[in-house]
Nanobody, 122 residues
Framework: QMQLDESGGGQVQAGGSLRLSCTASVERGFEYINMAWFRRRPGKDREFVAAILWNGVTTEYSNSVKGRFTISRDNAKNTVSLQMNTLTPEDTAEYFC??????????????WGQGTQVTVSS
Protein backbone atom coordinates (compact mmCIF):
# COMPACT_ATOMS: atom_id res chain seq x y z
CA GLN A 1 0.00 0.00 0.00
CA MET A 2 1.07 3.52 -0.66
CA GLN A 3 -0.37 6.84 0.45
CA LEU A 4 0.35 9.99 -1.52
CA ASP A 5 0.07 13.46 0.00
CA GLU A 6 0.26 16.55 -2.17
CA SER A 7 1.13 20.02 -0.95
CA GLY A 8 2.10 23.41 -2.32
CA GLY A 9 -1.09 24.47 -4.04
CA GLY A 10 -2.48 27.95 -3.68
CA GLN A 11 -3.45 31.08 -5.50
CA VAL A 12 -1.06 32.98 -7.74
CA GLN A 13 -1.27 35.69 -10.38
CA ALA A 14 -0.70 34.95 -14.03
CA GLY A 15 3.00 34.79 -14.82
CA GLY A 16 3.83 33.56 -11.35
CA SER A 17 5.22 30.27 -10.10
CA LEU A 18 4.29 27.51 -7.70
CA ARG A 19 6.01 24.34 -6.61
CA LEU A 20 3.96 21.28 -5.81
CA SER A 21 5.25 18.38 -3.78
CA CYS A 22 4.00 14.85 -3.33
CA THR A 23 5.26 12.64 -0.54
CA ALA A 24 4.79 8.90 -0.71
CA SER A 25 4.26 6.94 2.45
CA VAL A 26 5.83 3.62 1.63
CA GLU A 27 8.34 1.61 3.62
CA ARG A 28 10.58 0.72 0.73
CA GLY A 29 10.73 0.64 -3.02
CA PHE A 30 9.85 4.23 -3.88
CA GLU A 31 12.99 4.40 -6.00
CA TYR A 32 11.50 1.77 -8.34
CA ILE A 33 8.13 3.44 -8.84
CA ASN A 34 7.28 5.76 -11.71
CA MET A 35 5.50 8.93 -10.63
CA ALA A 36 3.33 11.48 -12.37
CA TRP A 37 1.22 14.60 -12.02
CA PHE A 38 -2.25 14.97 -13.43
CA ARG A 39 -4.74 17.78 -13.15
CA ARG A 40 -8.47 18.28 -13.42
CA ARG A 41 -9.52 21.64 -14.73
CA PRO A 42 -13.06 22.91 -14.01
CA GLY A 43 -15.59 20.95 -15.99
CA LYS A 44 -13.01 18.62 -17.56
CA ASP A 45 -11.64 15.14 -17.04
CA ARG A 46 -8.38 14.43 -15.31
CA GLU A 47 -5.52 15.04 -17.72
CA PHE A 48 -1.87 14.15 -17.82
CA VAL A 49 0.65 16.84 -16.92
CA ALA A 50 4.05 15.21 -16.42
CA ALA A 51 5.70 11.93 -15.48
CA ILE A 52 9.10 10.87 -14.26
CA LEU A 53 10.60 7.44 -14.51
CA TRP A 54 11.90 5.64 -11.42
CA ASN A 55 15.47 6.58 -12.36
CA GLY A 56 14.76 10.29 -12.19
CA VAL A 57 16.21 10.83 -15.65
CA THR A 58 13.44 10.12 -18.14
CA THR A 59 10.55 12.57 -18.09
CA GLU A 60 7.48 13.22 -20.17
CA TYR A 61 5.29 16.31 -20.40
CA SER A 62 2.02 17.28 -21.96
CA ASN A 63 2.33 19.81 -24.76
CA SER A 64 0.41 22.37 -22.73
CA VAL A 65 3.05 22.53 -19.99
CA LYS A 66 6.25 21.63 -21.82
CA GLY A 67 8.87 24.31 -21.28
CA ARG A 68 7.05 25.80 -18.29
CA PHE A 69 6.76 22.91 -15.83
CA THR A 70 9.52 20.67 -14.51
CA ILE A 71 9.01 17.37 -12.73
CA SER A 72 11.68 16.02 -10.42
CA ARG A 73 12.06 13.48 -7.66
CA ASP A 74 14.10 12.87 -4.55
CA ASN A 75 14.16 9.15 -3.89
CA ALA A 76 15.88 9.63 -0.55
CA LYS A 77 12.86 11.62 0.67
CA ASN A 78 10.14 9.69 -1.21
CA THR A 79 9.03 12.87 -2.92
CA VAL A 80 8.19 14.04 -6.39
CA SER A 81 7.87 17.73 -7.21
CA LEU A 82 6.37 19.84 -9.95
CA GLN A 83 7.88 23.26 -10.51
CA MET A 84 5.35 25.38 -12.38
CA ASN A 85 6.48 28.61 -13.99
CA THR A 86 4.79 31.20 -16.17
CA LEU A 87 1.40 30.12 -14.94
CA THR A 88 -1.73 31.13 -16.80
CA PRO A 89 -5.41 31.02 -15.79
CA GLU A 90 -5.70 27.90 -17.96
CA ASP A 91 -3.49 26.11 -15.43
CA THR A 92 -6.15 26.54 -12.78
CA ALA A 93 -6.98 23.01 -11.66
CA GLU A 94 -6.81 20.47 -8.94
CA TYR A 95 -3.46 18.72 -9.24
CA PHE A 96 -3.03 15.05 -8.37
CA CYS A 97 -0.01 12.90 -7.79
CA UNK A 98 -0.14 9.41 -9.27
CA UNK A 99 2.11 6.40 -8.77
CA UNK A 100 2.82 3.13 -10.45
CA UNK A 101 2.06 3.92 -14.06
CA UNK A 102 3.47 5.70 -17.03
CA UNK A 103 2.07 8.05 -19.61
CA UNK A 104 -1.26 9.83 -19.97
CA UNK A 105 -3.71 7.00 -19.25
CA UNK A 106 -5.10 7.35 -15.72
CA UNK A 107 -5.96 3.64 -15.70
CA UNK A 108 -2.26 2.84 -15.66
CA UNK A 109 -1.82 4.33 -12.19
CA UNK A 110 -2.35 2.32 -9.08
CA UNK A 111 -2.24 5.02 -6.41
CA TRP A 112 -3.50 8.59 -6.23
CA GLY A 113 -3.28 11.48 -3.84
CA GLN A 114 -6.22 13.60 -2.72
CA GLY A 115 -5.20 16.57 -4.81
CA THR A 116 -4.11 20.15 -4.22
CA GLN A 117 -5.82 23.17 -5.71
CA VAL A 118 -3.98 25.65 -7.90
CA THR A 119 -5.75 28.86 -8.86
CA VAL A 120 -4.20 31.34 -11.27
CA SER A 121 -5.81 34.74 -11.52
CA SER A 122 -5.45 37.06 -14.48
Amino acid sequence: QMQLDESGGGQVQAGGSLRLSCTASVERGFEYINMAWFRRRPGKDREFVAAILWNGVTTEYSNSVKGRFTISRDNAKNTVSLQMNTLTPEDTAEYFCGAGGWGPDTREYEYWGQGTQVTVSS
